[in-house]
Every structure is written in structure tokens, then in C-alpha cells.
């Protein structure tokens, strides 16, 4: 049930078999923030096998300031995460690991920082506690790749331990592994305000890591589709133009190639066929997908012209009720 009166600070952690952890992470919330009851703890279970939905019931029913959501399944740490944002209801929300090795005494670190002005603070963490070949230099490599690409100069992307307000977190909308590039998002959808604080990390104490060199893959696929947000965000023609520039230079070439195999006369059945089918044929194809970009540009750049209208109108409409 949603708490009489919305506390000023929400935490917010996703937990996936972390049974042995979420005592000790309660009790360091509880610690780091004393007996003010501004704010609560929202532990989100992500289909979790053992006993940590459990240990977090039991929690939760015993201190109406903390709150456990369970997922169905097992489906990620941003889906989770996600799952934290839209349930918190403080105006700040701080996310974080629930291995215990993010520190809950860095949280009022943050908080402080974030009402700096800022709408988002992330946490770089100081003598990491990680295996150095699995998690320290894929993370280095990564954290690179993130600022080349983007531009958004944040050292440690992989650091849970973040605050953000409450209107910048509606804005975003997290999906695959999203919650690792949030800055850059954040940057490139709501033009957010960005700052980092060092914080403590501690090696982990229980069960074993849930990350490794297998989700490279996917992290760089989603790295792409930030540099795309960023990129194209207010000028989708320009991307699906780009698109249709490739598809026409192809379509040049498959025809010149066309018009040179005339110069050259075929002996062979199959060299006549290759010259009246192949080369003419994957240039119309190369065509008719320049112009199915360009029309995909269109659309996109109309419905984005809807959007700013629509926000124009809000804006104005707000203007003329508080004249």
C-alpha cells in the first residue's frame, strides 16, 4: 500500500539471489539515514530462486518504510530498476546494487550534490573491489567507448549508485540494459544536468557476480542506439537521408557495373544473364530502399513536428492559465 505521506528520498534496489545480502543492506540504509521517516527503501525481487523474497517480506512487513516488489520472472536489472523508478515516489530516487558492495553511507553524499542543481549525480567509484581481467578492464574499455561516442564525460557508467530527481526519471524509459548508459541518456533526451561524486566500493561478501564478458555483445548494441538517441533525436530524416545516400551510392555502383560489362563481351549463356538480370536488378532493388528511407524519414519528421506542437501548446496553455 502507498505510504500516508510521499517521503523526500526513495532508494531503489534491484535484488536477484541475494538472500545473504538484504539483511545487511537494510540494516546500512537504516544506519546511513538515520530515524527520519523521509524517506523509504523500495527492494525490487527480480524472480528471484532463493529465499530473498522471503528475507525481504519480512523486512518490509516489519518497517512500513520499506516496500518489496516482486517480479514475475527473472528479467533484468533494468527492467527491475525500472520497475523501482515507477513504484518510488520520493521527488529524489537513489539506485543502487544489493550486493553490498555500493555504500549506503555515500547516499546523503549525493543527495547534496544533486540539490546543487543538478538533476543527475552518478558515483564513480574509488579503489573498485573487482577481478581486474573480467570487470575492470572491460569496464575501462567500456566507459571509453561511452564518452567517444557520446560525449558525456562520466568515468564509471557501470556504477548502480546514482541520484536523480523525480522529473528527470519520468522522463526516460529504460529497456534491454539500458540502466548502464542512463547519463548518456539522460544528456541526450532531457538535456539533464550531470555531475560526479566518488564514492566507496567493497568487495562483494556473498553469492557470486551476475555480470561477465558474455553481455559485451549486447552492451555494445545498446552503446549504438544511445549514439543513435544522440545523434538523431531532433533530425530522424537526416538518419533514415544517411540511409538512402548508402542505398543510392550502391545503386551507382551495381549499374556502372552494369553499363561496364558491356565493354566486355560475353561468351557464355551465364555471362549474358548475369548482364541482363543481376547488376540492373540489385540496382532497382538499392533504389526502392533509398526511397522507402526517405518516406520512413518523412513520417518520422512529422511526428516529431506533432510532439513539439503539442508541447508548444502546453506550454502556452500553462502561460495563459497562471496570467
Not at 512500513?64 to 523501482?84: F, K
Not at 544489493?98 to 540539490?115: F, H, T, Y
Amino acid at each position: 500500500m502507498p505510504p500516508t505521506s510521499l517521503p523526500d528520498l526513495s532508494i531503489v534496489v534491484p535484488l536477484y539471489n541475494e538472500e545473504e545480502s538484504v539483511g545487511p543492506l537494510v540494516d546500512a540504509v537504516r544506519e546511513a539515514l538515520g530515524d527520519e521517516p523521509s524517506w523509504e527503501l523500495v527492494l525490487v525481487d527480480d524472480g528471484s530462486r532463493d529465499s530473498t523474497a522471503r528475507v525481504a517480506g519480512a523486512l518490509a512487513a516489519a518497517d512500513p518504510r520499506i516496500v518489496l516488489l516482486q517480479l514475475a520472472r527473472n528479467y533484468g536489472q533494468t527492467q527491475a530498476m525500472q520497475a523501482g523508478f515507477d513504484r518510488a515516489s520520493g521527488t529524489i530516487v537513489v539506485s543502487m546494487d544489493g550486493d553490498l558492495q555500493n555504500d549506503p553511507r555515500d547516499i546523503p553524499l549525493l543527495v547534496a550534490k544533486l540539490e546543487e542543481g543538478y538533476d543527475l549525480v552518478a558515483g564513480y567509484r574509488m579503489r573498485r573491489q573487482d577481478k581486474i581481467v573480467t570487470r575492470k578492464i572491460p569496464s575501462w574499455v567500456a566507459n571509453r567507448m561511452i564518452i567517444w561516442l557520446t560525449g558525456v564525460r562520466i568515468r564509471d557508467n557501470g556504477c548502480s549508485l546514482k541520484a536523480y530527481r523525480r522529473d528527470l526519471l519520468d522522463q526516460l524509459h529504460l529497456y534491454s540494459d539500458m540502466h548502464r548508459f542512463l547519463p548518456a541518456l539522460a544528456a541526450a533526451t532531457a538535456n539533464a544536468r550531470i555531475a560526479e561524486v566518488p564514492v566507496r566500493h567493497h568487495a562483494r561478501r556473498f553469492g557470486v557476480s551476475k555480470y561477465g564478458l558474455s553481455r559485451i555483445a549486447k552492451l555494445l548494441a545498446d552503446l549504438l542506439t544511445i549514439k543513435m538517441i544522440a545523434s538523431f533525436r531532433e533530425s530522424p530524416l537526416a538518419m533514415f537521408g544517411l540511409g538512402a545516400l548508402m542505398s543510392g551510392l550502391f545503386a551507382a555502383a551495381f549499374l556502372t557495373a552494369w553499363i561496364l560489362s558491356f565493354a566486355q563481351r560475353s561468351d557464355t549463356l551465364d555471362g549474358a544473364a548475369l548482364n541482363a538480370y543481376v547488376f540492373p536488378g540489385s540496382a532497382l532493388l538499392c533504389i526502392a530502399l533509398g526511397v522507402f528511407l526517405v518516406m520512413l524519414g518523412l513520417i518520422a519528421e512529422e511526428a516529431l513536428q506533432k510532439v513539439r506542437a503539442e508541447e508548444q501548446l502546453e506550454r502556452f496553455g500553462a502561460r495563459e492559465v497562471s496570467g
